[in-house]
């Protein structure tokens, strides 16, 4: 499987589960406290199988910028949980970083 793909489902899964997370209410919801265990479960073995390319610190740069963001988006919209300016600045200087990772380092091996 690519890396990159595999980041991408670690990335996916980890929001689902953080997202579940709240949904758990302190896990004592049954559903939403199984789909956190399951989003954990697979974002760590997706993770596992991009780290066969990927450094770890650049990996999980990228896992846990993505994740704040779209954790944050979606916190946004399930749960109205409001960004002021300063968290929007925050996370656009994380996309930033993101970015920066991937087109400039030579630690990918571009």
Do not use: C
């Not at 760590?44 to 993505?66: N, Q």
């Not at 749960?79 to 030579?106: C, E, H, T, W």
């Amino acid at each position: 499987m690519n890396h990159w793909i595999a980041l991408a489902i670690a990335i996916v899964a980890e929001v689902i589960g953080t997202t579940a997370l709240k949904a758990s209410n302190e896990f004592t919801r049954l559903y939403p406290s199984l789909i956190v265990v399951v989003g954990y479960g697979t974002a760590f073995y997706f993770m596992s199988i991009s780290l066969r390319i990927l450094p770890v610190g650049i990996m999980y740069a990228i896992w846990s910028g993505m994740g704040i963001v779209l954790i944050s988006i979606l916190g946004w919209l399930a749960y109205r949980q409001a960004l002021d300016v300063p968290a929007m600045i925050g996370m656009a200087f994380i996309i930033a970083g993101v970015i920066i990772i991937n087109m400039f380092s030579k630690t990918l091996g571009h």
